[in-house]
Every structure is written in C-alpha cells, then in structure tokens.
C-alpha cells in the first residue's frame, strides 16, 4: 500500500517568517496530494489539495509544491500568523484510499 | 449543501462494554465513507472504507467492526472493548464513484476513552 512519510514533526516558526512541511509518497499510481490542517479537539479541514498533473499550487498564504519525479510534495505557509498553529497532515491518494503521513505540530511564537 | 454528522462526541467505556459510534451525511447521495483513527499524538489510520450500503472494506485487522445499513449511514462498532481502543475516531466522506481522488471531508470527531 501506500506510505507517506511527514517532515519534521514539530516545527516552531517565529510570527512572520514562513514554515515549510515536507512529504514523501512511496506509490507513483497516486494522483492527489490534500493538506489538512487539525484545531485540538477538532477534526481535520482540508487547507490545499493539488492534483498529480499540476506542479504548484497558491492559495493567499499557502502553497503546495509536488514533484512527480522525486515522489515529494510541500505545503510552504508564508507570513506565518498565531492563528496557523495547529498539526498539519499531507495525504496521498491512490483510489478510494487516502494515505496520511503522521503530522507536523506548528506553533507560531508571538 | 452537505453536512457530516458523527456522534457521541466524547465517550468513556470500561473494558469489555460494547461500543457504537454513528455517523450521517445530509446533502448527498451514495458517498463513499471511511472510519479513521487517531491515536494521542498520533497520525490518521484509515479502519474501513464503504463504497455503497452493505459493502465494508477493512484495512486493519482489528476489535472493531463496521457497517453501512442506509447510504448515509456509517456505523463503528465493538462487542468487547479493549484498552487500545482508546482513541479519536473519525467519520468522513467523499463524492461517490470515479474510483476516488475526491476532497475528504471529516466530521468533528469522537474521543473514546476505555477504562
């Protein structure tokens, strides 16, 4: 089956500087890359999700990277705010199954 | 629009009780759904998946059973708790059909705590 492995798992930014959360995917058949984001308590929001044909994707403050050939996707958070404190999630999909590496926890300090 | 309903939102059960966690969802018709689990600290495992009523895809060998007796309707059950199955248990739910690649969209989350 398909393994996705998360990068780092903890990751402490100062307010206004960017994160950067990396991922790897072992299956080249998955077609779909999502970014989650989970409040304590919460069930997980979807953030971004790019498709396998599209190498770059912006939505205001985030961004998704994926590249194919290396099995590697990234969610870059830019101008990083306190609200952006959360554990973060990439997936990947193969099918009816989506995949999820283990978590990044991001604190944004004041 | 649609909308993801799971319930109870926090339970606490001894060892060996019976479990049944519910999940619904309004608003559309024949979505594929999916059981995850959240260990404390821990990522998303995927238990089942549902493609259509009465069709149950386990990934974990496990305490845990699942079942789908209306189309948007998605049961988790146990007939004896264990310790280790403590944990965040998640419903959630894609657009039916084309074999997948569709947005996830999970509901708010059930905390079991067995004693």
């Known amino acids: 089956g398909e393994n996705v492995e998360q990068h780092p798992s903890t990751l402490s930014v100062q307010e206004g500087d960017s994160a950067v959360i990396k991922c790897t995917y072992s299956?080249?058949?998955?077609?779909?890359f999502p970014w989650y984001k989970q409040e304590l308590g919460k069930g997980p929001q979807l953030i971004i999700d790019?498709?396998?044909?599209?190498g770059e994707k912006k939505d205001q403050r985030i961004a998704v990277t994926l590249n194919k050939t290396a099995k590697h996707f990234s969610l870059h958070i830019t101008e990083t705010q306190p609200e952006d404190s959360a554990v973060y999630f990439c997936a990947a999909s193969i099918g009816y199954k989506l995949s999820f590496g283990a978590g990044t926890t991001v604190t944004v300090r004041a | 629009s649609q909308t993801i309903h799971q319930w109870p939102a926090t339970l606490v059960q001894p060892v060996g009780s019976p479990l049944s966690l519910e999940c619904t969802v309004e608003?559309?018709?024949?979505?594929?759904l999916y059981w995850y689990r959240q260990a404390a600290g821990r990522g998303l495992q995927l238990l089942f998946y549902?493609?259509?009523?009465?069709?149950i895809s386990s990934e974990v060998p496990q305490n845990l059973s699942a079942s789908r007796p209306q189309d948007r309707q998605f049961i988790l059950s146990s007939k004896k708790l264990l310790l280790s199955d403590s944990g965040f248990y998640l419903c959630?739910?894609?657009?039916?059909?084309?074999?997948?690649?569709?947005?996830?969209?999970f509901g708010a989350g059930s905390r079991l705590t067995v004693l």
């Open positions: 299956d080249s058949a998955s077609n779909y």
């Open positions: 790019i498709r396998s044909n599209v």
């Open positions: 959630a739910w894609t657009v039916g059909g084309g074999g997948g690649a569709n947005v996830l969209t």
């Open positions: 608003g559309t018709s024949n979505p594929n």
């Open positions: 549902s493609v259509g009523i009465g069709q």
